[in-house]
């Protein structure tokens, strides 16, 4: 493609018929057909040519596969888009020097030349969560206790992707410490929501959603403890899966055996976030949750049959929620039906799932930044002090009945999934809400008493660590993004991952993109 110009109907049927020719999977079988149909579902959002950042990362691999484009005009077209678009969301917060991303692109290119690409991402621009390790590039937490760290080896993740071929182009915005789903912190301050300027964009993993969503990555990596791959998801109209626990392992956690927080893949499509995990997960021997299966299996093809299935939708966990957001979902039910799904109205007994997260969660979080209270107490933010506070009236044989209670919930949620193959509810109890809050203090006129309580709907999930993969399902009548959360059986990322392919290709939702203006 060098030295020439496309228009958007061009380079939709270049990619198109790349993503066929070149990786040859009927996995892509109908990506001929939206891409020459459903051209306008590729939106321009600056009035420039910006139509190759919103190909996705399957069909970006078969133009470079098929030599139709290079990695440096791939990295030059996202390289302008962040250029054009990062200023007004606040996303991506460190970016790598432009001469150094244009040569490993470059590089990407020599080894396409002589037949040998690393990989599955081989030229891919990805950004990685600012709170993930980056070698040589600036890894913050977004915390004034590391707003100058660089680390000097990259985490698991990043070099599991950097072997498949990816050019890690920068780091994406976070909460303070990771702590909440709103993302902001006094190091690079809010990132924004390109549906509406004023909202929240969720988080932690806010500033990867954000890219996404405005074409300024295709891939971006992320982690998840009480919904920070699902709750930005849901916020900014893209796919995020919360991967079960040692799916993609952590060897560095400082708590081997924990299962709360997980790594994980965030993208456009069902089709790039299975790709993502293919690369993301597998064993290692350094984590002892590992789970020992080959992540090749992502990388297959998604269809699948899903006549006579079993889903149960939530009936309301006994939560609040803002009905705009809960009748959104239950209009899906026709969806899956469509599928041929049998869909019932059930859910499991989830008593003490609250308790157990919150009680845990303190528990971790003293283990992980206990030690700072006393000697940088002036460097934590309020969230990170009630944690350690809270944790340290914790005793022993509390947290022992603690654990025995988690162990009954999740007996009780895995026997409720031998009756339902999948549970499917709202991803978030509320809309994207004004970006200068810094949680919803109601909902539906409950109030909530911390920071965490309105992320309830993600967290109940968490605790159980079953997978779950947060889609695009609806808009609200002020344009917000509404996100439906799919649920699989213990280990089952795989089957979660088929369905969400087809309720992705039933519905069209995510190829909704928004309009930034000047």
Same mark, same amino acid.
Request: hydrophobic share 40%; glycine share 8%.
């Given at each position: 493609?060098?030295?020439?110009?496309?228009?958007?109907?061009?380079?939709?049927?270049?990619?198109?018929?790349?993503?066929?020719?070149?990786?040859?999977?009927?996995?892509? #079988?109908?990506?001929?057909?939206?891409? @020459?149909?459903?051209?306008?579902?590729?939106?321009?959002?600056?009035?420039?040519?910006?139509?190759?950042?919103?190909?996705?990362?399957? =069909?970006?691999?078969?133009?470079?596969?098929?030599?139709?484009?290079?990695?440096?005009?791939?990295?030059?077209? &996202?390289?302008?888009?962040? @250029? $054009?678009?990062?200023?007004?969301?606040?996303?991506?917060?460190?970016?790598?020097?432009?001469? =150094?991303?244009?040569?490993?692109?470059?590089?990407?290119? =020599?080894?396409?030349?002589?037949?040998?690409?690393?990989?599955?991402?081989?030229?891919?621009?990805?950004?990685?969560?600012?709170?993930?390790?980056?070698?040589?590039?600036?890894?913050?937490?977004?915390?004034?206790?590391?707003?100058?760290?660089?680390?000097?080896?990259?985490?698991?993740?990043?070099?599991?992707?950097?072997?498949?071929?990816?050019?890690?182009?920068?780091?994406?915005?976070?909460?303070?410490?990771?702590?909440?789903?709103?993302?902001?912190?006094?190091?690079?301050?809010?990132?924004?929501?390109?549906?509406?300027?004023?909202?929240?964009?969720?988080?932690?993993?806010?500033?990867?959603?954000?890219?996404?969503?405005?074409?300024?990555?295709?891939?971006?990596?992320?982690?998840?403890?009480?919904?920070?791959?699902?709750?930005?998801?849901?916020?900014?109209?893209?796919?995020?899966?919360?991967?079960?626990?040692?799916?993609?392992? #952590?060897?560095?956690?400082?708590?081997?055996?924990?299962?709360?927080?997980?790594?994980?893949?965030?993208?456009?499509?069902?089709?790039?976030?299975?790709?993502?995990?293919?690369?993301?997960?597998?064993?290692?021997?350094?984590?002892?949750?590992?789970?020992?299966?080959?992540?090749?299996?992502?990388?297959?093809?998604?269809?699948?049959?899903? $006549?006579?299935?079993?889903?149960?939708?939530?009936?309301?966990?006994?939560?609040?929620?803002? $009905?705009?957001?809960?009748?959104?979902?239950?209009?899906?039910?026709?969806?899956?039906?469509?599928?041929?799904?049998?869909? =019932?109205?059930?859910?499991?007994?989830?008593?003490?799932?609250?308790?157990?997260?919150?009680?845990?969660? &303190?528990?971790?979080?003293?283990?992980?930044?206990?030690?700072?209270?006393?000697?940088?107490?002036?460097?934590?933010? @309020?969230?990170?002090?009630? &944690?350690?506070?809270?944790?340290?009236?914790?005793?022993?044989?509390?947290?022992?009945?603690?654990?025995? $209670?988690?162990?009954?919930?999740?007996?009780?949620?895995?026997?409720?999934?031998?009756?339902?193959?999948?549970?499917?509810?709202?991803?978030?109890?509320?809309?994207?809400?004004?970006?200068?809050?810094?949680?919803?203090?109601?909902?539906?006129?409950?109030?909530?008493?911390?920071?965490?309580?309105?992320?309830?709907?993600?967290?109940?999930?968490?605790?159980?660590?079953?997978?779950?993969?947060?889609?695009?399902?609806?808009?609200?009548?002020?344009?917000?993004?509404?996100?439906?959360?799919?649920?699989?059986?213990?280990?089952?990322?795989?089957?979660?991952?088929?369905?969400?392919?087809?309720?992705?290709?039933?519905?069209?939702?995510?190829?909704?993109?928004?309009?930034? &203006?000047?």
């Amino acid at each position: 493609m060098s030295g020439k110009k496309f228009g958007r109907r061009q380079i939709l049927k270049i990619g198109s018929a790349a993503a066929l020719s070149a990786i040859g999977s009927p996995a892509f #079988a109908s990506v001929k057909k939206e891409t @020459e149909e459903e051209v306008a579902g590729v939106p321009d959002l600056s009035g420039a040519d910006n139509e190759i950042c919103y190909l996705t990362a399957l =069909e970006m691999l078969a133009l470079l596969r098929a030599k139709k484009i290079s990695a440096r005009e791939l990295m030059q077209a &996202h390289l302008q888009q962040i @250029e $054009k678009i990062n200023s007004k969301v606040n996303a991506i917060i460190t970016l790598v020097p432009e001469n =150094e991303l244009l040569a490993q692109a470059l590089a990407a290119d =020599e080894a396409f030349a002589k037949g040998k690409p690393t990989g599955a991402l081989h030229g891919l621009p990805v950004a990685a969560k600012d709170l993930t390790e980056t070698k040589g590039i600036r890894t913050t937490y977004g915390s004034p206790l590391w707003k100058d760290n660089i680390p000097t080896a990259d985490s698991l993740l990043v070099s599991r992707q950097k072997k498949a071929g990816a050019i890690i182009i920068g780091k994406s915005n976070v909460p303070e410490l990771g702590m909440g789903s709103q993302t902001f912190n006094p190091i690079f301050g809010k990132t924004l929501n390109p549906y509406d300027l004023t909202k929240t964009c969720g988080g932690s993993t806010g500033g990867g959603a954000v890219s996404l969503a405005c074409g300024m990555v295709p891939l971006a990596d992320g982690s998840d403890m009480g919904g920070s791959l699902r709750n930005p998801g849901s916020f900014c109209n893209v796919v995020g899966l919360r991967p079960s626990p040692g799916r993609v392992p #952590a060897p560095a956690a400082k708590l081997a055996w924990g299962t709360l927080g997980v790594l994980g893949p965030m993208a456009r499509t069902v089709a790039d976030c299975a790709l993502l995990l293919s690369v993301q997960a597998g064993p290692d021997s350094r984590s002892p949750i590992s789970i020992m299966e080959d992540p090749a299996q992502f990388a297959k093809p998604l269809q699948r049959n899903f $006549k006579g299935v079993r889903v149960a939708f939530v009936k309301d966990f006994g939560l609040p929620w803002e $009905k705009e957001v809960k009748d959104a979902v239950d209009a899906q039910r026709k969806v899956f039906e469509s599928l041929g799904c049998i869909v =019932e109205v059930a859910e499991p007994d989830m008593t003490d799932a609250n308790e157990c997260f919150v009680n845990f969660r &303190h528990w971790q979080y003293e283990a992980q930044y206990g030690e700072f209270l006393a000697t940088d107490s002036d460097k934590l933010n @309020e969230y990170t002090k009630w &944690h350690i506070t809270e944790a340290r009236k914790l005793t022993g044989p509390y947290l022992s009945r603690l654990e025995i $209670k988690r162990s009954n919930l999740f007996r009780r949620m895995q026997q409720f999934m031998e009756k339902y193959e999948f549970l499917v509810l709202p991803t978030s109890q509320v809309l994207p809400f004004d970006v200068n809050t810094p949680y919803p203090k109601n909902i539906e006129s409950v109030q909530m008493e911390t920071y965490l309580d309105w992320m309830k709907s993600s967290y109940y999930i968490s605790i159980v660590g079953n997978p779950a993969l947060s889609m695009p399902c609806a808009f609200s009548k002020n344009g917000l993004p509404i996100g439906l959360q799919i649920v699989g059986r213990f280990n089952k990322d795989w089957s979660v991952l088929q369905m969400g392919a087809a309720f992705e290709a039933a519905t069209g939702v995510g190829k909704r993109r928004p309009v930034i &203006h000047s």
